[in-house]
């Protein structure tokens, strides 16, 4: 029987890396609306003053700030009220001394005025604003300007778009933007023994469970997920399917039919499929040793065979197909949480563990208790926070030794 002949996770990665040297995102322009969870193209830089005036942040009085000098609530100030700020109205109107005008958050302050003294400090008698607090320069509200001036960095290239972000560009009034084109990927699942979700397994059958958690970490990551297919273990089927998917996609990704039994075939066929083929058969990893990786060149497509165990499908994933996005789309990696693993851990020299965990928070601290189960149960992964590397060259971990979780 031929053996596996592993790489460590470094290796495959650099691996990876020599083979996708030339490769350069592609860029398209979408508008604000279709811009959720896409990575920015090109710097933006602002068009404008945000805010375009000077607005108050609190609902209440905008007044010259040394009027209110010794105001307290035994002694308050009088100032005489002066007209009220409509919001969305221009204040076309000025603020003197010994003068207060109401105004809304949000609302522009009339000239003059260089503070806002909120409205439960002040009260209203007849024509005049009794302040029981000092002000200030400047307290109560945000200059034309002060939170971005035109042609300023908006946002750099390589910024994910997430809720925040939108909010910002809507402000500068930007409704176009610059976005990559994320990498396309493929997920074919193969196995004589899978059903589709929807169909009741017979004898010796299971559902079919990859298809869909490689599919979701591909959305939650930026693929763009373009095909999936379900096959049985059929050798002309599976290479013409792999076909098929390299011309489709950036990536192409195999679950089941990586490791060595007799109908095991995801190699060979990667190997006739796509040329030079295979240049990783197995991983320095557990779980997730039978992890195939292929290339192809006429295409320039990734070929990934994944464990066909749910858990190992969804670690060899993360570790090197989220950490290739990452990295080619120039994304700050997931930041782990520190903790400390509760309970010894066995490690497996020459190979890195990875052991899913949860999570929780005691005495200003947060423990990783080991989540055991073998790498076929999917409850495993469902009950997992996130999961902790034991470095190939440790024996293992030692109760309350600090770890990094790294979460899913």
Request: glycine share 10%.
């Amino acid at each position: 029987m031929k053996l596996l002949t592993v790489d460590t996770i470094d290796e495959a990665r650099e691996k990876i890396l020599q083979k996708l040297n030339s490769y350069s995102p592609e860029s398209e322009t979408i508008s604000l609306g279709e811009a959720q969870n896409r990575i920015l193209a090109a710097d933006i830089f602002s068009p404008c003053d945000i805010p375009g005036f000077r607005r108050s942040v609190v609902d209440g009085y905008a007044l010259l700030s040394s009027d209110t000098a010794g105001a307290g609530e035994a002694v308050p100030v009088f100032l005489k009220k002066a007209p009220s700020v409509s919001m969305g109205k221009a204040a076309d109107f000025s603020i003197g001394n010994g003068e207060a005008a109401y105004v809304p958050t949000g609302g522009m302050l009339p000239a003059g005025a260089d503070a806002v003294v909120m409205i439960e400090f002040c009260e209203s008698a007849g024509g005049s604003i009794a302040v029981y607090e000092p002000a200030a320069p400047g307290a109560g509200m945000v200059k034309a300007g002060e939170d971005m001036r035109k042609g300023d960095p908006l946002l750099c290239k390589g910024r994910r778009i997430r809720p925040q972000e939108a909010g910002l560009l809507a402000a500068a009034g930007i409704t176009e933007l610059p976005v990559f084109i994320p990498l396309k990927l493929c997920v074919i699942s193969t196995g004589n023994e899978l059903v589709p979700p929807e169909q009741v397994p017979g004898p010796g059958e299971i559902r079919d469970i990859n298809t869909h958690i490689i599919k979701a970490m591909a959305l939650k990551r930026g693929f763009s997920v373009v095909s999936s297919e379900l096959l049985p273990d059929d050798e002309e089927r599976l290479q013409a399917a792999i076909r098929k998917a390299m011309v489709l996609s950036d990536v192409v990704v195999v679950s089941g039919g990586s490791s060595q039994g007799e109908k095991d075939l995801t190699g060979e066929i990667i190997n006739r499929a796509a040329k030079p083929g295979v240049f990783t058969h197995g991983l320095a990893l557990k779980p997730g040793k039978p992890t195939i990786l292929g290339w192809d060149e006429e295409s320039r497509t990734l070929l990934a065979g994944l464990p066909g165990h749910p858990v190992a499908a969804m670690v060899v994933f993360e570790l090197l197909l989220g950490w290739l996005h990452d990295r080619l789309f120039n994304q700050r990696p997931p930041f782990p949480v520190p903790a400390r693993v509760s309970s010894n851990l066995p490690g497996s020299p020459g190979r890195t563990v990875c052991q899913p965990v949860i999570l929780s928070f005691n005495d200003g601290a947060y423990s990783a208790e080991p989540v055991f189960g073998k790498s076929g149960m999917i409850t495993t992964l469902t009950r997992a926070d996130g999961y902790i590397l034991i470095d190939m060259n440790k024996e293992g971990l030692k109760k309350d030794e600090p770890v990094l979780v790294h979460l899913f």
